[in-house]
């Protein structure tokens, strides 16, 4: 991944602090005295007023920025991509405000109220913003390796904009005082129809088709990319695009306008977009770098590979990219080397994968469980150290982190010559606030005995981070010669629960409860 930025915490983590678990208000006297919701310390008109102050600072950051697209992009590939990239985001940070403001003037707290979320305002508000935190983070991430004054000058207006908004907002500051409060209505999006409840299904069929990607022009595209342009925007129904036995090589991108879209393979063995882009080879940004690439909501893919051929050599080279709320990978098959899968922000769920690669190829700040999925270092470098995890969270009070649920990690075919002379760790903290746990999973014998590794030697993470052991099996689970770092937890019960689907994505609320099989809770 990229190198980690300096950039201090930005104004977006002043609201994402602004909020608490959402109740309405319960007593006359309560209404009288604040007239709000009890997620926000302040009133929902205080709460748009500081959201759409934030959106106006930030639409001034790209508005100076926009002048710099033209400039360097023959002489500097990696510089035009990085201004290209933190428009691209800061166009996704405004999205999610105005899901936020939205949110809070509908009250999606009431039933049928929804919209975009899950109907559990406090959750819904706090991952949004999150993101946008982490959107401007990886923002400045891209520049690092340019030589260009152009990163000064974005971190120049963002530290104004801090500036300004935290003495609009430094009042309203409020800790999350329950961060694992959850509604139980059982419930759906709006967005969740009743046949999504078959679509994923172990042993069903593929779902109906509303188009046929076919490399021999048997179907209706030839490109999976082809078949995205055409599908409708902000649909309120599931779109399904399946996608023939073959190799795809191509690149594809779901922006946030394609909702709901489902990609159908014939199977993680047979159906693979392939491609080669990365860090080292092509002077691009690891943003960038994604063979497939998703932003918009209710994104679901089954049975089919994304892969990154670049090789170890090349350094970050993504094969799977996801921004994607409310999202479902089932059976999919993850491949590459350094950082394969950019799990980057909202709630992600994957079930069933087979996920492979070298140097932190689970990387990213979403708040991402995986569940039953196989976990395969590959052979890395000589010389380099294998890192499953590496999470990117940068504010305690944001919601994101990785959990790894009843996996199991295996060396790939391709890593049995090293002998076990290749260290390989759970994981290392990318951000300061690095947030990672592995729970009732199975490890073999390649896990080091310290089990985690650090950032860098001159990093101070060690107190800060959140990293979780629970209840493991496997000649690598040992916790005894673990690190001894303050973030370092061997996990209770009532800790590990924090971490399960129900609790930690809130899945009873948007997983189809008849459709992917998931384990709510522990196993026991």
């Known amino acids: 991944m990229a190198i980690s930025s300096t950039l201090t915490p930005t104004l977006i983590l002043l609201l994402i602090m602004s909020l608490q678990p959402c109740t309405t208000p319960s007593s006359a006297s309560t209404i009288t005295e604040f007239s709000g919701l009890s997620c926000l310390r302040v009133s929902p008109n205080r709460f748009i007023d500081s959201a759409n102050k934030v959106i106006n600072l930030l639409q001034n950051v790209s508005y100076n920025l926009s002048p710099f697209t033209k400039v360097n992009q023959d ?6 991509n990085a201004i290209s990239d933190c428009l691209e985001l800061f166009d996704m940070a ?24 899950t109907g559990n305002l406090s959750s819904d508000l706090r991952t949004w913003i999150s993101a946008v935190l982490s959107y401007q983070e990886t923002c400045i991430d891209g520049f690092e390796g340019t030589n260009s004054n152009v990163k000064d000058h974005v971190s120049g207006g963002l530290d104004q904009v801090i500036s300004l908004v935290k003495n609009e907002l430094l009042l309203q500051v409020v800790p999350d005082s329950d961060p694992s409060n959850i509604s139980n209505s059982g419930e759906f999006p709006s967005w969740v129809k009743a046949e999504d409840e078959k679509l994923l299904q172990q042993d069903a069929p593929p779902p109906p088709a509303d188009v046929v990607v076919a490399a021999d022009g048997s179907g209706n595209y030839t490109t999976v ?5 055409d599908a409708p925007e902000y ?20 922006k946030k306008k394609k909702w709901n879209i489902m990609i159908v393979g014939d199977g993680m063995d047979v159906t693979t977009i392939s491609g080669n882009r990365s860090y080292g080879h092509d002077n691009i ?38 921004d994607s709320d409310l999202s479902v990978f089932y059976r999919c098959g993850i491949k590459g080397y350094q950082d394969s899968l950019y799990a980057h922000s909202q709630r992600q769920f994957y079930k069933e994968c087979r996920i492979r690669g070298t140097v932190d190829f689970i990387c990213g700040n979403a708040a991402a469980v ?79 005995p310290e089990g ?19 209840q493991n099996k496997g000649p690598g689970s040992g916790v005894a010669n673990r690190v001894k770092w303050r973030g370092y937890h061997v996990l209770n ?8 689907v129900n609790q930690f994505i809130k899945g009873d609320l948007w997983l189809p409860s008849t459709g992917v099989s998931y384990n709510a809770g522990l196993l026991v």
């Open 75 to 80: 002489n500097d590939n990696r510089l035009s």
């Open 493 to 500: 019960n009532s800790q590990a629960m924090d971490f399960t």
């Open 94 to 117: 405004y999205e999610n405000l105005k899901w936020s403001i939205s949110a809070t003037q509908n009250h999606q707290d009431i039933p049928g109220n929804k919209n975009n979320g």
């Open 285 to 322: 940004t690891t943003f960038r770098t994604a063979t497939f690439a998703v932003s918009a909501i209710g994104f679901i893919a089954r049975d089919i590979t994304f892969e990154n051929t670049a090789g170890p050599e090349n350094k970050q080279a993504v094969a799977l990219r996801s």
């Open 235 to 254: 649909n309120m129904t599931r779109y399904v695009i399946h996608v023939k036995k073959g190799i795809y090589k191509e690149y594809v991108e779901i």
């Open 225 to 229: 990319m082809d078949a995205v342009k």
């Open 370 to 448: 995986f569940q039953n999925c196989l976990i395969q270092p590959k052979k890395p470098l000589k010389d380099q150290k294998n890192t499953i995890a590496a999470q990117s969270r940068t504010h305690p009070n944001q919601t994101s982190g990785f959990s790894f649920h009843n996996c199991t990690i295996i060396p790939d075919p391709d890593f049995q010559p090293s002998n076990g002379s290749i260290q390989t760790f759970l994981g290392r903290p990318w951000k300061n606030f690095s947030r990672t746990v592995f729970m009732e999973s199975f490890m073999s014998e390649m896990i080091h």
């Open 452 to 470: 985690w590794l650090e950032w860098e030697t001159n990093t101070t993470y060690d107190d800060t981070l959140f990293f979780g052991e629970y």
